[in-house]
């Protein structure tokens, strides 16, 4: 018998996952929250057509725009004193005094009503409490549900448990049309209160449940946050989100009582006794919720998961804009009915979920009060707007209940257009949940503040190099005189990168004459720093402007020579005069003529290289064969200096020299930026030589470096008509390159079909090494480390897990470079971050936020690969979802099941589950006398899966 119980248990947990992918650790929250739901709507299923039909058969369809605005005014502070509750009450506590206080209240109008005492108000007073407790209990509901799961939780499961009000919807609007004629209407009050007592029992269920430890819920420890909340309405203001949210709700809700108002007006016209009115609304409340059953279970997961949060909205407003067009056309009680139910099946199935979804971005303290306020008293606020707009349009105007469509088109509209609005601010909600932003620099700095210079000062003197360059950065144009001290002292720093930022600031201090301080540099060890020194002497020396050529040029050391002679290749190219120009060639064939005699091979090689550069600054074509020459140097150091000088040439007669350097590891990113430098003159040559396969591989590879350096729509669609080159390593470079270029020039054109051709190819790609990742890491833990003879074996089996490990994040990065040339690049990279991240939580949302931005066929490829950040979690449910099944040695398996390890035991169940083969099932046979209970669980779930 307990095995029977054991295996019908079995074989729920199996139906849930299934039907509703209802996980390990999720099914008892499910469903206690499923049936909570249901008794709630049950409940409020009976007491609503019981309600309405006694308020129409007392005062007629003319009343309902007044009983609209009583309700407004009495939810208003009713909303008020909610927000204040929440502030000193925790969730448990506040539902359960809600139903507590529902059931002494339904009980009292029940005496009212049948002893006839103030029955006229009585009727008006329980239209409002009804009203009220329909918003507040679903509102706490909903609240609870986004309390104890997470964003990815939400989306699998708000199906499943949300179909719980649609049941519950069906169960008590036909109770109520089969009670309502044979016990009287007022007498299903108690048919209600027995509904709420069943609330209070799952209530207590829920939490008693999380003492013992049966569940994973979170409750208690969310509970917290629904105290010490601000004031709701400036929180609601204050976010983007969350106003449009508000304002969604109250449009939807406004067109909803347009839509109840048409419906109740014909349907009482037509049906004259109140209990025959119960029995009728209870009868169309129960048909309207088996097509929001049916909605929900096969449209809602299908529709939200292929069109995302935004496009669903959009189903509800539509339907019935078509429903209030055919009222207005036929106003007959059949088209009330079809209008009730596009309003209803879509209000309580793919709209909910839309827009319980659409609240997931906001953290939970906000949306804890915020959601409640905006259920509360955004609804009733609209529900008395449309009774205003009621009563002058019957009452002040007196027209038909046809012309009501005139205004519910104009609503339905406004609608449309904030579901667009609101769309765009989930994703961009998202967006900034998984942004990581750099701290900027300041921009404007208030040197009047003693203590502000006094700080830049100090860090300018005792700083260390980093903060001293940052601060560098930030006072580069202030140009303020009290900042000269700190920059003389800087010019004794040993670090390059600050004494040439310190001599370029110094430049323009031009009434200030530092030259005696900066004159010591001129003998730097390195070039560019003597090459600064000296333009800044050049410069702010009035003796040294038009003589410097004459005093330094001629200098026995060589190293103020060099400097002299780069001083004054920029300066001839400035002037552009010919006798500059002719002095400066002479000068350089001189050099180089020189340095054959000279015997020290240090001015030999600075020589040359200052010489090669001046070629470059000052574009001495009758000098250029001296370059080429000097781009096959011995040396490392001046051939660096002549690719520095032919891209200083912009003469694209130098390209194919400089694409064979690409190969040089120490010399590529020399060439990469002189070849950059040609633009576009230089493409056509690094397309052919990207497409040749006789150019050596490594050229090819940083070629592709280059195009990317090239900020033009040629080099795009160069690199996108090469993307079919077979060499496999040569074409992620391409990827890459093209992912860099759209970083840097996103204006520019990169849509292309082969880009979705080759996200599916590496998503194949991924899948393939995922799985044989998958048997390794079988493989693997069936060794064992100690043993020395299998030792070896050990170690290459790890090295090998590593090694596929490192090939699938960097396949994964592909994946997200070619996304981003579909999709906003910065939106993809944060995303890739985010799923990167050791955070739960970020990974969470960020999978959420891909699942918003992707298109439906990317969508079902990417979302699946993006879960599988924490490979060890989900890799055989991923493999099983594409249809992998992998076989693993017998013996391998058997040794995890006899293991003293519980985990390694449940794992090893878990992979005979997804394997799906019946050579396990010895195995599972054996596990069911296994002294731990949960592994007699997981074997047991397995018997019905081979058939036992």
């Not at 909303?79 to 507590?100: D, E, F, P, Q």
């Not at 090239?710 to 690199?719: A, G, N």
């Amino acid at each position: 018998m307990f095995n029977q119980l054991k295996i019908h248990h079995v074989l729920i947990q199996d139906i849930l996952y299934k039907l509703f992918d209802v996980r390990e650790g999720e099914r008892r929250r499910s469903l206690w929250m499923w049936l909570y739901i249901f008794c709630i709507i049950s409940a409020l299923m009976i007491v609503k057509p019981m309600v309405n039909a006694l308020f129409l058969s007392e005062f007629g369809a003319e009343r309902l725009p007044q009983i609209f605005i009583l309700v407004a005014v009495t939810a208003a502070g009713v909303a008020v004193l909610y927000s204040n509750l929440l502030k000193t009450s925790n969730l448990h506590t506040l539902i359960k005094r809600t139903l507590y206080l529902s059931m002494v209240l339904f009980l009292l109008f029940w005496f009212l009503l049948t002893f006839h005492w103030m029955e006229r108000w009585s009727l008006y007073i329980l239209y409002i409490i009804v009203a009220i407790f329909a918003v507040i209990t679903s509102s706490q509901f909903w609240i609870l549900a986004n309390v104890i799961f997470n964003a990815r939780e939400a989306k699998r499961l708000f199906g499943f448990i949300g179909s719980g009000a649609i049941v519950g919807g069906i169960v008590g609007g036909y109770l109520t049309k089969i009670l309502a004629p044979l016990i009287s209407s007022h007498n299903l009050i108690f048919i209600f209160l027995l509904f709420l007592i069943g609330c209070l029992f799952i209530l207590n269920k829920l939490w008693s449940g999380h003492k013992s430890g049966v569940d994973n819920s979170p409750i208690p420890k969310r509970n917290s946050f629904f105290k010490k909340l601000e004031n709701p309405l400036s929180i609601i203001l204050a976010s983007k989100h969350l106003t449009l949210i508000a304002a969604l709700i109250g449009v939807s809700v406004l067109v909803g009582k347009l839509v109840e108002y048409q419906y109740s007006a014909i349907a009482s016209e037509r049906i004259i006794d109140a209990d025959q009115l119960t029995a009728f609304f209870g009868f169309w409340l129960s048909n309207l919720n088996i097509a929001t059953l049916l909605i929900q279970l096969f449209l809602t997961p299908r529709i939200v998961g292929v069109f995302g949060v935004g496009t669903s909205l959009f189903f509800m407003p539509v339907a019935i804009l078509v429903g209030t067009i055919t009222i207005f056309v036929f106003p007959e009680l059949w088209a009330a009915i079809l209008v009730k139910l596009f309003d209803g099946s879509l209000k309580n199935s793919l709209n909910k979920s839309g827009m319980e979804l659409l609240t997931l971005p906001i953290a939970s303290d906000i949306k804890a009060q915020a959601k409640s306020f905006i259920d509360v008293f955004v609804d009733s606020f609209a529900t008395g707007i449309g009774g205003i707009l009621l009563l002058l349009l019957t009452g002040t105007f007196n027209a038909a209940t046809r012309h009501v469509s005139f205004l519910s088109l104009i609503f339905i509209s406004l609608w449309i257009y904030l579901i667009t609005l609101a769309r765009k601010e989930y994703l961009r909600t998202f967006r900034l949940k998984i942004e990581s932003r750099e701290i900027p620099l300041p921009s404007n700095i208030d040197l009047s503040n003693d203590s502000i210079l006094g700080g830049i000062l100090k860090v300018l003197s005792e700083g260390n190099d980093k903060q001293i360059l940052q601060t560098l950065a930030m006072i580069r144009y202030l140009h303020d005189p009290r900042m000269l001290p700190g920059l003389r002292r800087l010019l004794r720093s040993p670090s390059t990168l600050i004494l040439s930022e310190v001599l370029r600031q110094l430049a323009d201090y031009v009434t200030e004459d530092l030259g005696e301080d900066v004159k010591p540099l001129l003998t730097h060890e390195n070039l560019d720093i003597r090459i600064e020194a000296l333009m800044y002497l050049a410069d702010n020396r009035r003796d040294l402007r038009k003589n410097i050529l004459t005093l330094y040029i001629e200098h026995p050391d060589y190293r103020i020579r060099s400097a002299a002679l780069l001083c004054t290749a920029r300066k001839s190219r400035e002037s552009g005069t010919a006798t500059d120009i002719i002095q400066l060639k002479n000068r350089v064939q001189l050099e180089l003529i020189n340095i054959q005699t000279s015997q020290d091979s240090q001015e030999i090689i600075t020589m040359k290289r200052c010489c090669a550069r001046s070629i470059g600054e000052a574009r001495l074509k009758d000098l250029y064969p001296f370059l080429h020459y000097l781009l096959q140097d011995s040396e490392p150091e001046v051939v660096a200096s002549a690719i520095i000088g032919a891209g200083l040439t912009k003469e694209t007669e130098f390209g194919p020299a400089l694409i064979q350097l690409l190969r040089d590891s120490k010399l590529w990113t020399f060439s990469q930026t002189a070849l950059a430098s040609f633009g576009a003159d230089i493409v056509n040559v690094l397309s052919s030589h990207l497409r040749n396969p006789y150019v050596d591989r490594q050229a090819r590879l940083n070629i592709a470096k280059v195009l990317a350096s090239i900020e033009l729509q040629y080099s795009v669609d160069v690199l996108m008509n090469n993307l079919d080159i077979k060499d496999r390593g040569i074409r992620n470079h391409i990827i890459s390159a093209l992912y860099q270029l759209r970083l840097r020039a996103p204006q520019l054109n990169y849509h292309d079909p082969v880009i979705l051709k080759l996200i599916h190819k590496e998503a194949s790609e991924y899948l393939n090494t995922l799985a044989f990742l998958y048997t390794q890491m079988k493989q693997t833990r069936t060794l064992d480390e100690k043993d020395i003879n299998r030792q070896l074996l050990y170690e290459s089996r790890n090295k090998l897990v590593d090694t596929l490990e490192k090939r699938l994040d960097r396949k994964l990065e592909r994946i997200f470079h070619l996304l981003g040339l579909k999709y906003p690049p910065s939106d993809i990279e944060n995303a890739y971050a985010g799923i990167r991240s050791t955070d739960a939580e970020l990974r969470m949302n960020t999978i959420e936020f891909l699942d918003n931005l992707l298109d439906a066929d990317l969508k079902k490829v990417v979302i699946p690969l993006a879960e599988t950040a924490v490979i060890e979690d989900v890799i055989a449910k991923t493999l099983q979802r594409f249809g992998y099944n992998m076989t693993e040695e017998f013996e391998s398996m058997k040794n995890l099941l006899e293991s003293d390890d519980t985990t390694l035991k449940l794992r090893a169940l878990s992979l005979i589950e997804h394997l799906d083969d019946s050579r396990y099932v010895p195995l599972v046979l054996n596990a069911l006398n296994d002294p731990d209970e949960t592994i007699q669980r997981k074997a047991l779930h397995l018997t019905k899966k081979f058939g036992l």
